[in-house]
């Protein structure tokens, strides 16, 4: 059993910097592949970005790419999202997960098999 717990969530102003942190326990989170998802208010989840379980491999939603950067320490079964350049569109509740099963490129973020309770970002314009 795997198990997630996000933290960094917080409110911030247009064009600021926030790090997500996702605590893993259970199970050695490099041998998942792993990812980050969110749902602004009032719509759809949608994927953020991914990395494989090797960590050579990292993927990113078209709105993500060039701000956000996913990475992972090992040593700490912790997973990250930096997100930079925010804007209010980037508002919403994001989520870490884990997939026991290998893929290549953005999982949807129903097919994970693992996530976590999610943490809150605001961007204030």
């Known amino acids: 059993q795997v198990q997630l717990v996000e933290s960094g969530g917080t409110s911030v102003q247009t064009g600021g910097s926030l790090r997500l942190s996702c605590a893993v326990s259970g199970r050695a989170l490099k041998n998942y592949y792993s990812g980050w998802f969110r749902q602004p208010p009032g719509k759809e989840r949608e994927a953020v970005a991914a990395?494989?379980?090797?960590?050579?491999?990292?993927f990113y939603a078209d709105f993500a790419q060039g701000r956000f950067t996913i990475s992972r320490d090992n040593a700490k079964n912790t997973l990250y999202l930096q997100m930079n350049t925010l804007t209010p569109d980037d508002t919403a509740m994001y989520y870490c997960?884990?997939?026991?099963?290998?893929?290549?490129?953005?999982?949807?973020?129903?097919?994970?098999?693992?996530r976590g309770q999610g943490t809150q970002v605001t961007v204030i314009s």
């Open positions: 990395m494989s379980a090797g960590g050579g491999s990292t």
């Open positions: 997960a884990a997939s026991s099963i290998q893929h290549y490129g953005l999982l949807s973020p129903n097919r994970f098999n693992y």
